[in-house]
């Protein structure tokens, strides 16, 4: 039960508030993670813990489409097909998903590894094809770069399912030089999380000197710096 | 034109700018400090209405007045900061976090501080799962610095920043549902007024503002109004960080004064570096998807709110999508459309009912080349009954595209319509169903 593994958490986002309905979302990505989705139980476990009628928070989980009710495989791909990315190779890159997973999109692989999804606009237009591995961005993935994508998660299965899919981890991987993504610690020194899937990492920009006058600024967030 | 001294992308080649103290090393959270020892909060808020700072969330309202509309000695109040960020095309609260973390938070710090209030909560879109940690680490930074909790800097004042995830829904950007989402609600917009200002989050004074709105704060504070009006235009003061994206050589985030000519955004080489492969610009949608189209005779138009509007758009977002002639203006209807009606909430029938109408003609002709003779007419009534019927704008924004693509590109679904039925004579062979989904 999670008052009993997460009571500490669980009051601290409660004490967020000024009305303990408001931790309804944080909740249950909370259960979410904790149970893989949300079950029937799950839902009415949240609800008997801010004492909400069950129908509100049913409610909620039908309403917002990071909520899974049913089971989801232990990475969801979601995959942006908006304007612009559907002019820009998110079509392809969903084909080449589906041939090699060989589902349709909400469905899960036979494997229960992957679960895809069509997703609306997800802030990362400037790096089409964009998609989202539970919630860890994936930038400039073109079809080719599919099967290491698929490959890379596949051996990090282990990871995700730790994580769950909710990303309440998600600042928790960073890329090494060899480009690896590896678990930082929470208290590490910032590291960019999103990784690229590709071949050898590219050079390391240099980087100008730390003593920079103030207004030395740019004007431009560089495409392929990671952000 | 570039500028010499960025104000929302400040200091971004500056290593390690979202440490806490690499931040301060470049003058950061001096202005939050000064103002909380020595100046009073209505100080502030006169420096940002005199200052002309106005809203970057889409309707451009000049946050100073929006501030000054908070009734008096009514506590608590909340201040939100509007980061759910989902308007396709748009992305630069999303890389203003990833980058600068503080700069947002001194920002929501010292709005809050000019509004007196003690409580404020980051709204972000469920998708920014790790900038919402990014954002949580940096503001345990300044906790740990005694910027935030409780008597900040010796001076009494108390301030609390928490982040809050939404969980997909492009509707809880707008304000009213937005409030209803972190009460825990299905984010349904209210009715308006009470404005938020005046009953907002649990029904107390609120105030909300885009995270590029708020980071524009501590600038202002620091360096003055004089210094920020020296950007931009009269009536736009400031920058703004543009979202430039679709088929241009380099699609990305650049901060230019207000008022720069669209077509030196598109083609300088410094910033979108002109159309891939040359090919000729189609059409331009100046402020995500809600904005009326534009199409390459408007290139002069200068980006600010006062000429987007006269060329009969809206700046909106700041989200310049640029497509070429490989796309067919029914198609990116479609496609736009179907974003509405993905995101439309279900409280009102011309948004729900409209919007599933839309896509299913729209899907029919464009995806699948299946027209009826009656096309135009049915798409022109289906869209006049939404129009001005809407509960909240996103039902009105769903109007956009499809009255677009409609006035500005009769002869492509004229097109469509005139190959389906002569491939099909008319003989009833081809009634395929509407497409149920
Ligand atoms: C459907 C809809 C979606 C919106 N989405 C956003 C959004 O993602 N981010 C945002 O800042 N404002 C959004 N807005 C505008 C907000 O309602 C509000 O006007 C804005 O946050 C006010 O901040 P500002 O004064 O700083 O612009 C949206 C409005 C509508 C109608
Ligand atoms: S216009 Fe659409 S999004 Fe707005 S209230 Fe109506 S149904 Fe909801
Ligand atoms: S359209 Fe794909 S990220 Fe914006």
Redesign the pocket.
């Known amino acids: 039960m999670l008052l009993e593994t997460h009571r500490e958490a669980i009051e601290t986002i409660v004490g967020r508030y000024a009305s303990p309905r408001s931790a309804v979302l944080p909740l249950l990505y909370l259960a979410q993670d904790v149970y893989g989705h949300l079950s029937n139980a799950a839902i009415r476990e949240v609800a008997d813990i801010l004492a909400l009628p069950e129908t509100a928070v049913f409610e909620v989980v039908g309403f917002y489409t990071l909520f899974y009710s049913r089971p989801v495989g232990t990475w969801m791909l979601q995959v942006c097909d908006d304007v612009p990315c559907c002019y820009l190779g998110a079509e392809e890159l969903i084909t080449a998903l589906k041939d090699s997973l060989q589902i349709k999109e909400e469905e899960t692989s036979a494997d229960g590894m992957f679960t895809l999804q069509r997703v609306k606009c997800l802030a990362a237009c400037d790096r089409a094809p964009v998609l989202q591995a539970n919630l860890d961005y994936v930038y400039d993935v073109t079809p080719d770069k599919v099967e290491a994508l698929l490959k890379d998660l596949q051996s990090r299965a282990a990871d995700a399912r730790r994580r769950g899919v909710s990303g309440r981890f998600a600042e928790d991987f960073a890329v090494t030089e060899q480009g690896a993504v590896e678990l930082v610690a929470r208290d590490a020194p910032y590291q960019s999380r999103q990784f690229e899937v590709q071949g050898p990492p590219p050079p390391p920009e240099p980087l100008p000197p730390p003593e920079v006058e103030s207004g030395q600024d740019r004007a431009e967030t560089r495409r392929g710096s990671p952000l | 034109m570039g500028l010499s001294d960025y104000i929302i992308m400040r200091e971004l080649n500056f290593p390690d700018i979202n440490r806490f103290e690499r931040y301060c090393q470049v003058g950061g959270w001096e202005a939050y400090r000064t103002a909380v020892k020595e100046q009073t909060p209505a100080t502030i808020v006169q420096m940002v209405k005199e200052a002309g700072l106005r809203?970057?969330?889409?309707?451009g309202?000049p946050?100073g007045i929006?501030w000054s509309f908070l009734p008096k000695d009514v506590f608590p109040r909340y201040l939100l900061c509007?980061c759910?960020?989902?308007?396709p095309g748009t992305f630069n609260n999303h890389q203003i976090i990833d980058r600068n973390p503080h700069q947002l938070i001194e920002g929501v710090a010292l709005s809050a501080y000019a509004i007196e209030c003690h409580t404020a909560y980051i709204y972000m879109r469920g998708e920014f799962a790790a900038a919402a940690l990014t954002l949580e680490q940096a503001i345990d930074e300044a906790y740990r610095a005694g910027l935030l909790g409780k008597n900040i800097l010796g001076t009494g004042y108390d301030l609390d920043i928490y982040v809050h995830r939404g969980a997909g829904a492009?509707?809880c950007?707008?304000?009213t549902a937005l409030m209803e989402s972190l009460e825990g609600k299905i984010g349904q917009p209210r009715l308006k007024p009470p404005f938020p200002a005046v009953a907002g989050l649990y029904g107390k004074p609120t105030i909300?503002?885009?995270v590029e709105?708020l980071a524009n704060v501590p600038r202002i504070v620091e360096k003055g109004v004089a210094w920020y009006r020296s950007h931009g235009t009269e009536k736009s003061p400031g920058t703004k960080c543009f979202s430039l994206s679709g088929h241009v050589n380099r699609p990305g985030n650049y901060e230019l004064p207000f008022g720069v000519p669209l077509r030196e955004l598109i083609e300088s080489p410094e910033y979108g570096g002109g159309m891939k492969g040359s090919r000729p610009i189609k059409i331009i949608i100046p402020g995500g998807a809600s904005a009326p189209w534009l199409t390459a005779k408007h290139l002069d138009v200068p980006l600010d709110y006062e000429g987007v509007a006269a060329a009969g758009s809206m700046l909106g977002s700041g989200a310049v999508i640029v497509l070429n002639d490989t796309v067919k203006a029914p198609h990116v209807a479609y496609k736009m459309d179907e974003f509405f009606k993905h995101e439309s909430c279900g409280k009102c029938t011309p948004c729900r009912e409209g919007t599933h109408w839309l896509v299913k003609v729209l899907h029919r002709l464009a995806e699948e080349g299946h027209a009826e003779p009656d096309d135009i007419p049915t798409l022109h009534g289906i869209y006049r009954q939404m129009a001005g019927n809407c509960f909240?704008?996103?039902g009105e924004s769903a109007v956009m595209p499809i009255k677009s693509a409609l006035e500005l590109f009769p002869e492509e679904f004229e097109a469509i319509i005139k190959a389906s039925n002569e491939r099909h004579q008319r003989n009833g062979a081809h009634a395929i169903p509407l497409r149920v989904s």
């Open positions: 809203g970057r969330g889409g309707a309202f946050t929006k509007n759910d960020e989902s308007e492009y509707i950007g707008e304000e909300i503002n885009n709105t909240c704008l996103l």
